[in-house]
């Protein structure tokens, strides 16, 4: 049986998997990063996990709740993502699932292949933010890959830079 559209739906002529963007200047990466509390980090679970998963994920974590202190990160954040998605995907955005994650990386530490969906809460998530807090020359490992389809690709590094 055939179903026919109501409406021919729009083509995405500047679709990309991923979006750079020169987001945070280097005095605010520093004010990011003198948020971090090694004292409040923790292993995180995956979402719907109940247990760590050291195979998948070894990092540590603090999250950044909505607050004075943080709301011009997520308002940067927001209008990036808003300004990507307005070209790019055009999908119909609510705003944030989860508190901002900041995450700290030590030698030999990492987050495996994985995707930025699944069950639960986050089955409703349409876009992933990252944004890189370290120079690419300050230590070796810690970059971003995507996988479509067979290809690997690799995001730029650049401090400041937000990939959606």
Not at 60 to 70: G, K, R
Not at 127 to 134: A, D, E, F, M, P
Not at 135 to 149: A, C, V
Request: with cysteine.
């Amino acid at each position: 049986m055939n179903y026919a559209l109501p409406f021919k739906p729009a083509l995405l002529p500047d679709f990309s998997e991923f979006v750079v963007f020169d987001g945070f200047l280097p005095h605010e990466v520093e004010r990011i990063r003198d948020l971090w509390d090694a004292r409040a980090s923790k292993q995180v679970t995956l979402t719907g996990e109940q247990t760590y998963d050291e195979r998948l994920r070894d990092s540590a974590v603090i999250f950044l709740e909505p607050s004075a202190t943080t709301q011009w990160i997520y308002d940067r954040i927001a209008a990036l993502a808003a300004s990507c998605n307005a070209e790019t995907y055009r999908f119909d955005l609510n705003g944030f699932l989860q508190p901002l994650q900041l995450t700290e990386y030590q030698s030999g530490q990492f987050f495996d292949w994985h995707m930025d969906f699944g069950r639960g809460e986050i089955s409703h998530r349409k876009l992933s933010v990252t944004v890189q807090l370290s120079d690419e020359s300050s230590s070796e490992g810690g970059d971003l890959h995507f996988r479509f389809n067979q290809h690997t690709r690799t995001a730029p590094r650049r401090k400041g830079s937000v990939i959606v």
